[in-house]
């Protein structure tokens, strides 16, 4: 099994910055994809960003040039830089990621528990 911890949500006025880790641990033979995603009260979750294996990223059109997402692969963390955050960034964010726990089984999805991001006006 893979267990994800995030850190490094919390409140901010809006115009400030916030950054998210996420820490995959357990029994990890390989890890694809890393991403996070959000889902504020009465919403749907959504893809914030993602990253591959090879560093390739992908973002939500509302967080272009404001948030960057990163990895450290020697760590099996990611990293949300999040800069002029506005009130409606308000949501929990989810650490997800792709992983293999043994090279014979097919790659699985894992979910962090969340952590509150609230961005006041």
């Known amino acids: 099994q893979v267990q994800l911890v995030e850190s490094g949500g919390g409140l901010v006025q809006a115009g400030g910055s916030l950054r998210l880790s996420c820490i995959a641990s357990?029994?990890?033979?390989?890890?694809?994809?890393m991403g996070w995603y959000r889902q504020a009260p009465g919403k749907q979750r959504e893809l914030v960003a993602d990253?591959?294996?090879?560093?390739?990223?992908n973002y939500a059109d509302s967080v272009k040039g404001r948030f960057t997402i990163s990895r450290d692969n020697a760590k099996n963390t990611v990293y949300l830089q999040m800069n002029i955050l506005k009130p409606e960034d308000t949501a929990v964010y989810y650490c997800?990621?792709?992983?293999?726990?043994?090279?014979?089984?097919?790659?699985?999805?894992?979910w962090g528990l969340g952590t509150q991001v609230s961005v006041s006006s």
């Open positions: 997800n990621v792709v992983a293999r726990s043994s090279r014979y089984l097919p790659p699985r999805n894992y």
């Open positions: 357990g029994s990890i033979s390989s890890i694809n994809a």
């Open positions: 990253i591959t294996s090879d560093s390739s990223t």
